[in-house]
């Protein structure tokens, strides 16, 4: 039950794009399509970004984007505006348990 | 409208007990199943427990496992965390939160803090 690994901090200029990545194992991303990532603004609960790898729940911008490729899952937010400064976490299906990402703080330069 | 409201965090002493409640509404509690995340203070989210809809199927992170129990009543909405034999390490915020499907938290409470201190 190790945390899936992400990096500490990835930043951007207003209309970037930047990429987290999160690394985990056969036994978790690698095994499953059931990725999903939160985003957590301080002192609020997390909320639902993407789900099954890839789809946005009804209400998330289209600028939010997951993928997967063997054991790693990215998440790309196209077009960086302010309000997307926070943290966000990585979530992976792994059999009886559910495993987090270690979280990146994502900075809107 | 869903909504997850945690209750029973507080300040308790190494090797104590605590009960954590969250009592769901907006939804049909009885089908889905429910999960216990936390995140201690300026640290990242952990996976704590999860409990299938009729709460006969649970699991535990391997740091809590033994001496915390989740459970259900499914006739009164509410979802419970009994805490036992409580560690400075497992301060932290608890959130509870519904899992539309697989590995998708969907819903999630506000928190409840626990702190283990003496």
């Known amino acids: 039950q190790s945390a899936l690994t992400q990096p500490r901090s990835v930043s951007g200029s207003p209309g970037q794009s930047v990429t987290i990545s999160c690394t985990g194992t056969s036994s978790d991303v690698g095994g499953y399509n059931y990725v999903s990532w939160y985003q957590q603004h301080p002192g609020k609960a997390p909320k639902l970004m993407i789900y099954?790898?890839?789809k946005r729940p009804s209400g998330v911008p289209d600028r939010f984007s997951g993928s997967k490729s063997g054991n790693t899952a990215s998440l790309t937010i196209s077009g960086l505006q302010a309000e997307d400064e926070a943290d966000y976490y990585c979530c992976s299906y792994a059999g009886s348990y559910r495993v987090f990402g270690t979280g990146t703080k994502v900075t809107v330069l | 409208e869903v909504q997850l409201v945690e209750s029973g965090g507080g300040l308790v002493q190494p090797g104590g007990s605590l009960r954590l409640s969250c009592a769901a509404s907006?939804?049909?509690?009885?089908?889905?199943?429910m999960h216990w995340v936390r995140q201690a203070p300026g640290k990242g989210l952990v996976w704590v427990s999860r409990?299938?809809?009729?709460?006969?199927?649970?699991s535990y992170a391997d740091s809590v496992k033994g001496r915390f129990t989740i459970s259900r009543d499914n006739a009164k909405n509410t979802l419970y965390l009994q805490m036992n034999s409580l560690r400075a390490e497992d301060t932290a915020v608890y959130y509870c939160?519904?899992?539309?499907?697989?590995?998708?938290?969907?819903?999630w409470g506000q928190g409840t803090l626990v702190t283990v201190s003496s």
């Open positions: 409990i299938n809809s009729d709460g006969s199927s649970t």
């Open positions: 907006g939804f049909t509690f009885s089908s889905y199943w």
């Open positions: 099954d790898v890839s």
């Open positions: 939160a519904r899992e539309m499907d697989t590995a998708m938290f969907d819903y």
